[in-house]
């Protein structure tokens, strides 16, 4: 039995007749790692200022943390953390200031929130900064500022929007490190919004594929990849050690095994398209038939091919 | 099977007045630091002192000029008193108030949006309009006391150099005097809120309000001359000035409210703002009014002034709240 801390039921957004988000359906978990995967202008931030109740929606309702963010937004903000893309800071305040004073926001006293903010800087890793201006502060730097800014509220959910942008990769893999640490240690429900697929893969344990202001898909990796190529089939190439000389029996056996669809040779290699994973009883098949097999490949799909199938389909439709 | 998270209740409860005298506090020390603010209150106080300074030395003929009604009245007299070289502190503070109204706000709301502070703040539990309310605040408390220590100052130096009491009457008056100075900033300062709402770079917000600063203080005066010389007459008897509802025109202009109020307060012998008819100064003594005599003259200046400065601010409230966060 799964609890759901963000539930978005029917949620649209319309600018004049352009639909920014349309007829959003999303439940989140509580405890997982959500990944927002979609290209620019999918409607990835409007969505998420909707949750946070900063942009009023055409129609639907958003709820967080059981509170409605339209009529509820401070229940919803006090509970949520949120990194926006661009984070910024007040450049004229030293990084520890500009962390006590959303502390201070949330109802924390000065005192609480000096100590909150000292013990979250050394967790972000900022403890050598923590007196120089934020101003100074590399991209990286304001980014790991900008977690701990989202966690001085003791949020229970966290949205990030983008927050792999702009950080070299080394500085990428630390940061999204440390966001899955917290999350499970705290047990804390992160949404990620993101155009990054790698980055996003590694730590999410679900992804829904956001385009156009539309969920086209969500799931893990391979229930997203089985909705997709429920139609197209799995391949598996399979190299001889010699050219392939099949004969027409053969073919006509191995096409009647199971769900083979379509058998291509070239040269040493053949080529099986089937909708079904066959690798085992194909490569059984092959060595009854005293074939010598030097390697099979079966081929899966990752995020980037599932990314790129959704934006493909997306360019053909424009 | 998914449940909802409704089934869950929260005891944790948010101190809900906490949070605007945080924001009020950080944008004090915000304005404290910054340099524009620094700037103008040092011209401002350097303006006080310069005016100051002509007003003691030319204190003792002041006081002296016994055809003057109000020659004894020391401390107005320090305020107002000038040998011709340099303007009173009362008028220099009606082309310095609107500089320092518009230095405080032409980048409030931008340049928040600008580093993407806005965003961050407003995903706090704070209400929207707080952010506003803070920054008015802030700026109230940050004028008062300027203005406040400054005359405070003044009435002490008096009373070093003088050793004349002070009477209750010049306390009324300057009082009355330093919530009208704080008004006329803070009109300024709404309008240029409003202005850094509506514009996304500082540098149009600034130019939008100094150049609606400039056609208020140079521009409107000739504009309604020209239209007034256009509609009336051309007769000498029926001269511009004698049309009532031009002199209203004249008044509109905000800094002719602040000067008419503030000259009528300081100078308890301004018994008319308009034009007097011969059968009204006929049996007129030249004597000084009380104090309610003048409130009641600028009553109409004072809450024009206030009500402008409460429309700008509701508007800027109003344009505020519509805005899109998302940048």
């Known amino acids: 039995m799964k609890t759901s801390i963000i539930e978005l039921k029917g949620l649209t957004k319309r600018y004049g ?3 920014v988000v349309n007829h959003l359906n999303l439940n ?3 405890g997982e790692i959500f990944g927002l995967l979609g290209p620019n202008g999918a409607g990835k931030t409007t969505t998420i200022l909707m949750m946070l109740g900063l942009i009023e929606p055409t129609s639907g309702i958003a709820k967080v943390c059981g509170h409605n963010s339209i009529s509820n937004p401070i229940a919803v903000k006090s509970k949520v953390g949120y990194m926006p893309d661009n984070v910024g800071f007040y450049d004229h305040m030293t990084g520890l200031e500009n962390l006590i004073y959303i502390g201070e926001l949330n109802g924390l006293s000065s005192k609480e929130s000096e100590k909150e903010a000292l013990k979250l800087m050394q967790v972000v890793g900022l403890d050598k900064y923590l007196n120089s201006k934020t101003a100074t502060y590399s991209r990286g730097m304001k980014q790991r500022l900008g977690l701990a800014d989202v966690l001085i509220k003791q949020p229970e959910v966290i949205i990030m929007d983008e927050p792999t942008l702009g950080i070299d990769p080394s500085g990428v893999k630390d940061f999204l490190k440390l966001i899955k640490t917290l999350s499970r240690k705290h047990g804390l429900t992160v949404l990620l919004s993101s155009h990054h697929l790698n980055q996003v893969q590694k730590i999410c344990d679900r992804v829904g594929i956001f385009v156009k202001g539309k969920l086209l898909a969500q799931g893990n990796i391979e229930q997203l990849s089985e909705q997709l190529f429920s139609q197209t089939s799995h391949q598996i190439s399979i190299t001889l050690d010699e050219p392939v000389k099949l004969t027409q029996e053969e073919e006509l056996k191995l096409l009647q095994l199971a769900k083979v669809e379509h058998i291509h040779k070239e040269g040493n290699q053949i080529l099986i398209s089937c909708n079904k ?15 010598n097999i030097t390697s099979v490949h079966q081929k899966t ?3 980037e091919d599932i990314y790129q199938k959704y934006f493909e389909n997306q360019h053909l439709n424009v | 099977m998914a449940i909802s998270y409704t089934d869950f209740s929260f005891s944790k409860s948010i101190n809900k007045s906490v949070p605007i005298w945080v924001m009020v506090r950080k944008e004090i020390s915000d304005h404290i630091r910054s340099w524009q603010f620094i700037i103008l209150s040092l011209i401002i106080a350097f303006t006080f002192f310069e005016s100051l300074y002509v007003a003691i030395n030319n204190l003792s ?3 002296s000029n016994t055809k003057d009604p109000d020659h004894l009245l020391v401390y107005l007299k320090l305020l107002t008193t000038t040998d011709g070289t340099l303007p009173p502190f009362h008028v220099f503070i009606s082309f310095l108030g609107p500089l320092l109204g518009i230095s405080l706000g032409f980048n409030a709301i931008n340049s928040e949006q600008q580093n993407g502070t806005l965003i961050r ?3 706090q539990p704070v209400y929207r309009d707080n952010l506003l309310l803070s920054k008015f605040i802030s700026v109230t408390i940050l004028i008062s006391t300027m203005f406040l220590s400054l005359t405070l100052f003044m009435i002490g130096g008096g009373l070093l150099i ?3 009491p002070i009477e209750i009457e010049e306390v009324i008056r300057i009082l009355s005097y330093i919530i009208i100075c704080v008004f006329y900033v803070e009109f300024w300062f709404s309008l240029s809120i409003i202005f850094s709402i509506k514009f996304k770079q500082a540098a149009t917000a600034a130019i939008a309000s100094i150049g609606l600063w400039l056609f208020f203080t140079i521009f409107y005066n000739i504009i309604i001359n020209i239209v007034s ?13 004698r049309y009532s509802w031009i002199e209203t025109l004249f008044h509109m202009s905000p800094n002719q409210l602040y000067t008419d109020a503030t000259t009528t307060l300081l100078m308890p012998k301004v018994r008319s703002l308009g034009p007097m008819s011969m059968e009204e100064l006929a049996g007129a003594i030249p004597n000084s009014l009380p104090i309610r005599d003048s409130l009641l003259i600028v009553w109409p200046q004072v809450s024009g002034l206030i009500s402008a400065t409460i429309v700008c601010f509701a508007l800027a409230y109003y344009f505020f709240m519509r805005k899109e966060i998302k940048c």
């Open chain 1, 17 to 19: 007749s352009i639909h």
């Open chain 1, 28 to 30: 989140i978990h509580k």
């Open chain 1, 277 to 291: 994973i066959l690798t085992p009883n194909i490569v059984r098949f092959m060595v009854e038939q005293n074939y």
């Open chain 1, 301 to 303: 799909y990752g995020l």
């Open chain 2, 61 to 63: 003929s002041a006081v």
């Open chain 2, 121 to 123: 703040v407003m995903a």
């Open chain 2, 162 to 164: 003088t050793g004349v």
């Open chain 2, 229 to 241: 010389k256009v509609i009336t007459p051309k007769s000498s008897l029926f001269s511009p000035g």
